[in-house]
């Protein structure tokens, strides 16, 4: 029999999985493999970045250069909706769509002339001739976007069909839609350099027949004469009356903006300019100068008589006194007494019944003067400035606003006047006003919490984790704990009582005997058997589960561990 001696009760793991039944082993092992399949599958997804669209709908042009551009960066892409997107890590997209903008990607997908070239059997008249078109358009639209201020352009033609008869053509016409890169515009020049390539690649196209808009459906080309009814619209006038208003403002605002602060004021132009062409010719002419200052411009002198009688012989007889009379002279502004007094030498004779004129013609100064008036010159200006009540901070910081006084106010509006070069005798008028601005206070909607997108952002980054650790918990609290809840039994230390039934587990049986009973009149002690027996019985209360243990292998002819 074995001895009394107190024995520990710790089974090993293998013991401890063998106790466990069949349920339990199978609900051990099935938790233990979906533990080690959840944590796979959590490593792997948060080491798999998260994929987002960053061009959809591509040609295959660009989509090849995106590609082939992705591939010299070195940044993972994957395709998808059958190559027609691209997709990058969602950490990458913004930065990979600059990149590849400051390169000029996606061009878009422009079809020349080279539509030409599939011409298949069998096409119609009508067919090759829009397919002429389309290409002519493309080949329009590479053009002017090559120019550096459009970032795109469409461009759409109007061809008519020409007959025989020449009075019935219609004259083609064109479209051209520009989309502009950010903070760049279009001078005139290059509008017209637009309208003369458009117009120049169509034959019979005038110039007028083209329209140029942008994105916004502003018209940029002029439009023909008359299109705005005739009311002084013309664009470039129009347009030089804004920049004018704008210069006028500016300069208010530069003139004020450091007295009363940034923010403070505000300056309304209106400028009224005068576009009329005018000419004026003026004739003058000098009074009449003095005879020998004055230049003679023609001279004409006739003589007309019966005849020139021959003086009488004087003098010794010879041939001194027979000479003819001298040639007569006569001063250009002489008198007429001169005239007549004048010539005549010692043989002259005398005009008898003649008559002389004498006509002379001087020239006359005149002064020739042509004027032509400028136009956009300016007939009245008309300035509106409204400037913010006067802040002012104490020493308690305490903030508080305050008018302008009436000398200030003047000698604002003195500035405004210099500034815009006041006019009174042109009529123009400066308007200057001291109020309180009324400051707009922003309405922030308040978008719940749930709605953010940042917390949207977090909690998709977040799913995969958040959502492998939870699984893993469940597992672990549903499958493996109670298995392992099952094997971490506590070591106890078994009474000797409890190894002796152990010791009969393993031998026969010995059955004790019952004890005679006792004489009413003697008492007697307990026996060993009865001591046995009661100390087995403090072990069931004690400690039932290793009794059921016991009770179990007896069952099931196991050797006890």
Same mark, same amino acid.
């Given at each position: ?15 401890r ?5 069949? #349920? ?19 490593i ?36 998808s ?43 119609t ?67 017209a ?42 664009a ?17 605002l ?24 005018t ?7 000098k ?5 020998? *200052? #004055? ?29 003819p ?9 002489g ?8 010539g005549?030498?010692?043989g ?22 042509v ?10 200006? *008309? ?134 009973p ?44």
């Open positions: 029999m074995v001895t009394a001696s107190a024995i520990p009760l710790n089974p090993s793991l293998a013991g999985l063998s106790g466990l039944d069949q #349920s339990q082993r199978l609900r051990l092992a099935l938790g233990v493999v979906l533990f080690l399949a959840i944590g796979i599958i959590g792997v997804m948060g080491r798999q970045a998260e994929w987002r669209v960053l061009y959809s709908n591509l040609a295959d042009k660009d989509g090849g250069a995106i590609v082939a551009q992705l591939s010299q960066m070195n940044i993972p892409y994957k395709h909706d059958g190559g027609g997107s691209i997709l990058v890590p969602a950490d990458k997209v913004y930065d990979t769509r600059l990149r590849l903008a400051s390169q000029g990607l996606p061009k878009g997908a422009v079809t020349g002339f080279e539509a030409m070239e599939s011409n298949r059997f069998g096409m008249q009508f067919q090759e001739r829009l397919t002429f078109q389309r290409g002519l358009e493309g080949e329009l639209t590479r053009s002017i976007q090559a120019l550096s201020s459009v970032q795109s352009a469409r461009v759409h033609l109007a061809l008519p069909n020409q007959n025989g008869f020449f009075r019935e053509q219609q004259k083609p016409s064109a479209s051209v839609l520009l989309s502009l890169n950010v903070g760049r515009t279009l001078d005139r020049s290059q509008l350099g637009i309208v003369h390539l458009v117009s120049s690649s169509v034959p019979e196209m005038n110039p007028t027949s083209v329209s140029v808009l942008d994105d916004t459906g502003k018209l940029l080309s002029t439009p023909p004469e008359g299109a705005l009814g005739g009311a002084g619209g013309d470039q006038q129009m347009q030089y009356v804004q920049q004018l208003e704008q210069l006028y403002t500016q300069r208010i530069d003139i004020l903006e450091p007295v009363v602060g940034r923010g403070n004021v505000k300056a309304q132009v209106t400028a009224e300019l005068d576009f009329s062409q000419e004026s010719t003026s004739e003058s002419h009074p009449n100068q003095e005879l020998n *200052s #004055s230049v003679i411009r023609s001279q004409q002198i006739s003589e007309s008589g019966a005849g020139i009688g021959a003086s009488t012989p004087a003098g010794v007889p010879g041939a001194a006194s027979n000479q009379p001298g040639q007569a002279s006569a001063p250009i502004n008198t007429a007494q001169a005239l007549a007094a004048g005549g030498g010692a002259a004779g005398a005009i008898t019944g003649g008559k002389r004129d004498s006509i002379i013609n001087y020239e006359v100064d005149k002064t020739i003067r004027v032509r008036g400028g136009t956009g010159s300016v007939k009245r200006l *008309s300035a509106a400035v409204v400037i913010n009540h006067q802040t002012t901070t104490d020493s308690k910081g305490k903030t508080t606003t305050s008018p302008m006084t009436e000398a200030q106010v003047a000698s604002m509006t003195a500035l405004v006047r210099e500034t815009i070069g006041f006019s009174q005798d042109r009529g123009d008028s400066v308007n200057l006003m001291n109020a309180p601005f009324v400051i707009d206070t922003p309405v922030v909607v308040e978008i719940p919490l749930w709605r953010q997108p940042e917390l949207i952002d977090l909690a998709r980054s977040l799913a995969w984790p958040v959502g492998t650790l939870l699984l893993a918990a469940l597992v672990l609290l549903g499958f493996v704990r109670p298995a392992m809840k099952t094997l971490a039994k506590p070591v106890e230390m078994l009474p000797a009582a409890a190894n002796q039934i152990d010791a009969i587990e393993g031998d026969e049986p010995e059955r004790p005997l019952l004890a005679a006792s004489a009413s009149n003697g008492a007697v002690g307990p026996t060993s058997a009865e001591l046995a027996l009661e100390d087995a019985r403090k072990l069931t209360r004690d400690n039932p589960e290793a009794v059921a243990n016991i009770v179990k292998s007896w069952m099931n002819n196991e050797v006890p561990a």
